[in-house]
């Protein structure tokens, strides 16, 4: 079974509007943290987000927050306002123990 | 500080040649790991380290070899180049595992013909 789905290969948004990007993940560890990162055209791997599977609030960094609902094994990604400059590839990940494992990424387009 | 760096960024190689790539990070990470981007697969582990002397196996191990004899460099050996190691290789390194962010390389790019 996969630890990571992310079940949109694509996603489409207007520039300044809202997007979520769906992952839900897999584990029976009660402690994992789960991290989001951005991959642009260029391919550097950027990291945007963490959560930490015993933080009680939704992580938030600027215009990125994360939809954390325990119960539901999901953690999405909100992008608010997106602008052209957030097109890229965006991969979740989770950590267990020393390991990072990633989901198969979606490709967010913004246009104008 | 250059946080992590990978050499070569390009690499073409023959089938049964071998290799090492490079990685370096002057952060004083603790903990380095090696992955493997393929289309449509993500990122996946190959090799990490959770300190000088400490390696272990990640997801996809076979036919990748690492050593981590100071805290800075973590290299990957090819032992025997196949085509189904063209890749794009990332190394990544963190201050330890848990809630730590991990910081990549800019990556490198792998052909094996």
């Known amino acids: 079974a996969q630890k990571i789905t992310q079940t949109q290969p694509g996603m489409f948004v207007q520039e300044k509007e809202a997007v979520t990007l769906d992952c839900t993940y897999d584990t029976s560890d009660p402690s994992y943290g789960l991290f989001w990162y951005k991959q642009p055209s260029s391919g550097e791997m950027i990291f945007l987000i963490y959560?930490?599977?015993?933080?009680?609030q939704n992580a938030t960094e600027g215009r990125y927050s994360l939809n954390f609902q325990k119960a539901r094994k999901s953690a999405n990604l909100v992008i608010s306002a997106s602008q052209l400059g957030d097109s890229a590839m965006y991969f979740c990940a989770m950590r267990e123990d020393s390991t990072l494992t990633f989901g198969k990424g979606t490709m967010l387009l913004v246009s104008p | 500080n250059a946080g992590v760096t990978q050499t070569p960024k390009f690499q073409v190689l023959k089938t049964g040649q071998s290799m090492t790539l490079q990685c370096a990070q002057d952060?004083?990470?603790?903990?380095m790991s090696w992955y493997r981007q393929d289309p449509g697969m993500g990122l996946r582990l190959i090799h990490y380290?959770?300190?000088?002397?400490?390696?272990d196996q990640g997801e996809v191990p076979n036919g990748y070899n690492v050593s981590r004899s100071t805290t800075e460099d973590f290299p990957l050996r090819l032992l025997s180049a196949a085509p189904s190691q063209t890749s794009v290789y990332f190394c990544a390194s963190s201050r330890g595992t848990g809630t730590y962010e991990q910081y990549f390389g800019p990556g490198t790019r792998l052909t094996v013909t």
């Open positions: 380290s959770v300190g000088a002397g400490i390696t």
């Open positions: 952060m004083n990470h603790e903990y």
């Open positions: 959560q930490g599977s015993y933080d009680q």
